[in-house]
């Protein structure tokens, strides 16, 4: 229920509104067009839940929130990107009776949406990214190819972990040039080649000893793992090594917690995304072309690590 309230708060972009200076629920009302009695027990819930602060009879956003559309570091992106997910989710009893659903694309990830999806992911991946890169330990990596590196969050982390590493980030066009502006605010962008491709239809751009694969093997089928596995075995230079990383499922597929509920979300999402076990992982890079394949390390946010070796 709470998470119902938080969505529609952020829907109704409630959070952004409220930011400047409190309103009244009649305010609110008549500038989103709502029902007041209907609006006005959505605001006493929001501030129930701590999202809110109520004073008299008006309601502002609490201070503490990065859910305004103007914070640097919003969420709110993300937020509603889950709002989308969460008209797919409630087909799932139908699903699971046999029923197919449309995998068309979530409305976050249109175009008008893509700056602001991309950059609440760079900012949920931000504390992260550095410690996944510390357990890669890339120290005599030279040349890294981030396929399907998004923002650039993790060239970012890599290029500052070895300063003599240059990187080539591969991500679809329009994310391309949000990597571009990333990358340019770190001043990072002179040592990052950027191609623009699908890496379902296209080669990855070769000469590189590192390849890293982050949050991608969950949208995929195997199949489509396997393809993608080859084309990052020919991009690599003998004595290349990938890393993935992503959820990594234990034998029996039910830890961790967050890995077994976001198959569910694959499962609603794509046409055939999956969370896999090591054994899994390792049957697809072996099977590519890969050897020494090894378990990195475990995690439980989607920080598992595997990485392998083109002999």
């Given at each position: 229920?709470?998470?119902?309230?938080?969505?529609?708060?952020?829907?109704?972009?409630l959070f952004t509104l409220?930011?400047?200076?409190?309103?009244?629920?009649?305010?609110v009302a008549v500038r989103i067009h709502a029902d007041l009695r209907a609006?006005?027990?959505?605001?006493?819930?929001?501030?129930?839940?701590?999202?809110?602060?109520k004073k008299k009879e008006g309601y502002q956003c609490s201070s503490s929130l990065a859910l305004t559309a103007e914070a640097p570091d919003s969420v709110l992106p993300m937020v509603l990107h889950?709002?989308?997910?969460?008209?797919g989710w409630s087909d799932l009893t139908r699903v699971v009776q046999g029923a197919s659903i449309s995998k068309k694309r979530r409305t976050s990830q249109e175009a008008k949406q893509l700056q602001a999806f991309i950059g609440a992911m760079h900012v949920i991946a931000s504390p992260l990214a550095a410690r996944v890169v510390a357990s890669v330990v890339p120290g005599?990596?030279?040349?890294?190819?981030?396929?399907g590196g998004g923002s650039g969050i993790y060239t970012m982390a890599f290029l500052q972990a070895v300063p003599a590493m240059r990187a080539t980030l591969f991500d679809r066009p329009a994310v391309i040039e949000i990597a571009r502006q990333y990358l340019r605010r770190a001043g990072l962008l002179n040592r990052v080649t950027l191609v623009p491709g699908d890496f379902y239809?296209?080669?990855?751009?070769?000469?590189?000893?590192?390849a890293?694969?982050?949050a991608i093997i969950h949208q995929n089928s195997p199949e489509q793992n396997l393809e993608l596995f080859s084309k990052?075995?020919?991009?690599?230079?003998?004595?290349?090594r990938i890393v993935i990383r992503d959820h990594v499922m234990s034998e029996d597929r039910t830890y961790p917690k967050d890995g077994a509920i976001f198959a569910v979300n694959m499962l609603l999402g794509t046409a055939g995304g999956n969370t896999y076990t090591f054994e899994e992982i390792k049957g697809g890079l072996q099977e590519a072309g890969f050897s020494s394949v090894r378990l990195l390390q475990k995690g439980e946010h989607m920080d598992g690590l595997v990485e392998a070796f083109k002999p």
């Open positions: 229920m709470e998470s119902r309230i938080l969505l529609t708060g952020a829907e109704l972009d409220l930011d400047p200076a409190p309103l009244t629920a009649q305010e609006l006005t027990i959505l605001l006493d819930a929001l501030t129930a839940m701590g999202l809110l602060v889950m709002a989308d997910l969460w008209r005599s990596s030279k040349a890294l190819l981030d396929v239809r296209d080669e990855l751009p070769p000469g590189h000893d590192l890293f694969l982050s990052v075995f020919r991009s690599l230079d003998p004595g290349g």
